[in-house]
């Protein structure tokens, strides 16, 4: 097994009905991966697929994705595509479940949302709001699950 030091948790920036069939036709034909961006991903209902196996990488996070795992839910966009933490109940049960598992076996790897990678670029350690790449996961990944 490959050393883990992050867990990161994205969102597929898709609508909720998206299937893990769907994102993987999407990474092979749109994006032209041989590995999705995804190790787990979790349904509206709260299903959690296992895309892709731990012990390979996967395309999650440029210059991190050697050391790390990627967790996804399904959604966070709203009608208009903009980002937005839609997250069901039971994304919000499995998510957590999931990742305490994960913890449980990496416990020192650090679990980040996609989002708080970006550069700080004022230099005063906090990845503000307008310094972000991308708003994937649409929420506070850090705050919600860090101490897990």
């Not at 999705?36 to 296992?50: E, F, L, M």
Request: glycine share 8%.
């Amino acid at each position: 097994m490959r050393k883990i030091d992050y867990i990161f948790i994205h969102c597929t920036a898709s609508t909720q009905s998206a299937t893990p069939q769907s994102l993987m036709q999407y990474f092979r034909n749109v994006r032209n991966w041989k590995a999705p961006g995804y190790h787990y991903v979790v349904s509206a209902g709260g299903q959690v697929t296992n895309l892709w196996p731990e012990a390979h990488i996967a395309n999650g996070v440029r210059g991190y994705n050697a050391h790390a795992l990627h967790v996804a839910w399904i959604g966070g966009i709203d009608r208009r595509g903009r980002a937005v933490d839609n997250r069901t109940a039971a994304q919000r049960r499995a998510l957590e479940e999931l990742i305490r598992s994960l913890r449980a076996r990496f416990p020192l790897a650090r679990v980040l949302g996609h989002r708080d990678i970006s550069p700080d670029r004022n230099g005063n350690g906090i990845i503000d709001p307008w310094e972000r790449i991308k708003e994937c996961p649409c929420f506070d990944a850090i705050a919600e699950y860090g101490s897990l």
